[in-house]
């Protein structure tokens, strides 16, 4: 019996001996299976995870080029500016270090919150931005608490600035944040969510060559997330920097003149298309739309009705007035319907079809030839030529001159304005054209719409001898080291349609509207630079023919608009300039004072001066008069 419990005891103890292997075998298992996945099968993974516990890539953002006028005088450069993101993976409590940096930054909590719910998605390891160009005491602060704000990181960057708030918008432009459809076309390589690019203006233009590329670094952080050694550096390179085309004393002084009415005026040389200045009014501050605009004070801005955004210099749209009469003039010689001996009788009226249609003259001109015609702007001299010549001919001609399409500026939403035709008119009303409409067309009212480029573009043309050239705005590009990449070069786009005898009568007629004693530009005149030139009063509503303007008096925005388009020296000419002031009523008083003082700014700057000097001591010229 004793033997009998002695065998049952002993093969218990082998069966818990062997049910504790088979547990410790199972545990063992259980355990290098665990190991093998984790370090065979996820080991590249949590390596990587693990990793990027200690080590970060940070961007480095490259220097957008600057952008300079045509004589080196800085206008655009960037500035650093200290924005404030938070990596959230290292932001341990996220709530509580959202409410100490609230207090530090001015900034409600809330707001901090909404801005990092808005990137849901974004991975713990990439900072979200809170602010943007904090200022220096605001570092200053958040160095001495950096480490109460575990997560919280403070990177300088560099942020446009435009040195001249307002000055040049328009043609400048501004940047914005990149939006998706943007970030999807394919059009803004390197480009990422958050990054600012060109919207509109020459930022806008060049974009791809400005911005530069950008760089990064390597670093290794601590368990808040700060940085403690940087391990590589990939360094960005700076876009290229800009040279313009404008002179910045002309753009100044334009915008001097321009202050408090709403105009455009645009300089260009005659010999090359380049523009010296372009300013439209009212203008806008460009550092806004950096520092970050908000949606109150944009619509502000879209919706105020003087229009700021608009670039009236290619957008607006008006009717050319007497400064038509060039074209008109060029037709009526050109078709061999006057000559330079033809006059026409202007009794302050032309009878046609039973009615009577004005000169601005009531009192009549007397006796006009072409010449004489243009100098004192005889509407009832240009009556006659339009009637001749008809609707589809000078339709023809303005064309040719380069009105009714645009001028290949590289800038955007240029319009073309319009030059109507009978054709026209019938697709566009179902109704045929009417004789007396022929009449408004000639003297550059009806239908007609023209941008101030063109006509700048035009006045060039026939200063220069006939050559359309299109108008550049870049002079030329260099890298940060100097090393120009590119240089404009004059680009023809067409030629008047004019021979050299009719140009010369022409440019008569614009000699005398400024020289002569009865021109309707004396006000233009400078003492010691001959300027040749063409006003214009562009209507904004019609006028019964019988109504007495004096009996009452327009309201503001129904006064017309004021024209003058110019050039100067009249022999060889350097600038060429159109100048319009909105419901400034006579292009004599309003407009051609502008283009004066900008005539005379950029001839009498230092390099003019130089070269007057140069060849009175060869000449004799007298010396008082340079000083005028």
Not at 230 to 248: A, E, F, M, R
Request: with cysteine.
């Amino acid at each position: 019996m004793s033997k009998y419990l002695k065998t049952a005891d002993s093969n218990w103890y082998k069966q818990r001996i062997i049910g504790a292997m088979i547990c410790v075998l199972a545990a063992f298992s259980i355990l290098l299976v665990r190991l093998f996945f984790l370090q065979v099968i996820k080991g590249e993974e949590f390596g990587r995870l693990s990793e990027n516990n200690s080590i970060r890539l940070q961007n480095i953002d490259p220097s957008r080029g600057m952008i300079f006028d045509r004589g080196g005088k800085l206008l655009v450069d960037n500035r650093p500016s200290f924005d404030v993101s938070i990596i959230l993976k290292d932001a341990r409590p996220v709530k509580e270090t959202i409410k100490k940096l609230s207090r530090y930054i001015k900034l409600p909590a809330d707001e901090l919150r909404a801005k990092i719910v808005s990137k849901k998605g974004i991975s713990l390891y990439k900072p979200v931005l809170l602010k943007q160009d904090i200022g220096r005491d605001t570092l200053a602060v958040l160095e001495v608490h950096k480490y109460e704000l575990p997560g919280i990181v403070v990177n300088a960057t560099p942020r446009r600035h435009y040195i001249n708030r307002q000055s040049a918008a328009h043609l400048i432009g501004y940047l914005g944040e990149i939006n998706p459809g943007e970030l999807s076309s394919e059009k803004f390589p390197g480009c990422r969510q958050g990054d600012l690019i060109g919207k509109y203006g020459v930022e806008k233009a060049y974009e791809l060559l400005l911005k530069g590329k950008r760089g990064g670094r390597q670093v290794e952080v601590n368990a808040v997330g700060q940085v403690i050694k940087v391990l590589k550096t990939v360094d960005s390179h700076p876009g290229y920097n800009y040279y313009l085309t404008i002179d910045q004393a002309v753009q100044e002084k334009t915008e001097a003149l321009l202050e408090g009415v709403i105009g455009a005026a645009v300089a260009m040389q005659p010999a090359t298309g380049q523009i010296l200045a372009l300013v439209s009014n009212p203008s806008f501050d460009q550092n806004s739309f950096v520092t970050g605009m908000s949606q109150n004070q944009w619509d502000s801005l879209t919706s105020d009705p003087l229009k700021p955004l608009t670039n009236r210099v290619v957008q607006g749209e008006y009717a050319p007035a007497s400064t038509y009469k060039i074209v008109t003039a060029i037709a009526g010689l050109e078709e061999g319907v006057i000559d330079e001996n033809t006059t026409f009788t202007c009794p302050g009226y032309y009878k046609f079809q039973n009615r009577e249609y004005r000169c601005w003259k009531k009192s009549g001109h007397g006796t006009m030839s072409i010449v004489k015609a243009l100098a004192q702007s005889c509407d009832v001299f240009f009556y006659n030529v339009g009637q001749r010549v008809g609707v589809d001919r000078l339709a023809w001609y303005a064309k040719e001159c380069g009105l009714g399409s645009k001028t290949g500026i590289n800038l955007d939403h240029e319009m073309r304005g319009l030059i109507p035709t009978a054709a026209w008119k019938k697709r566009r009303f179902g109704v045929e054209w009417q004789g007396g409409e022929t009449l408004s067309i000639a003297i550059g009212q009806g239908f007609n719409l023209v941008t101030p480029m063109q006509m700048v573009t035009l006045i060039s043309a026939v200063a220069n001898g006939g050559t359309r050239y299109k108008p550049e705005i870049l002079k030329h590009i260099e890298t940060a080291e100097g090393k120009i990449v590119k240089e404009s070069k004059p680009q023809r786009i067409g030629r008047l349609p004019v021979s050299s005898k009719t140009l010369e009568l022409v440019k008569q007629g614009l000699w005398e509207v400024v020289n002569y004693d009865k021109g309707t530009a004396r006000g233009a005149r400078i003492h010691g630079i001959d300027v040749s030139g063409k006003t214009g009063t562009a209507q904004v509503i019609s006028r019964k023919e019988d109504e007495d303007e004096t009996k009452e008096e327009l309201p503001d925005h129904l006064k017309p608009h004021a024209w003058f388009v110019a050039y100067a020296p009249s022999e060889n000419p350097e600038i060429a300039v159109a100048v319009i002031v909105e419901h400034g009523e006579h292009g004599s008083g309003t407009a051609a004072p502008v283009a004066r003082e900008m005539i005379k700014t950029y001839l009498r700057g230092d390099k003019y001066k130089k070269q007057l000097v140069a060849q009175s001591s060869k000449s004799k010229v007298n010396h008082a008069t340079l000083r005028q």
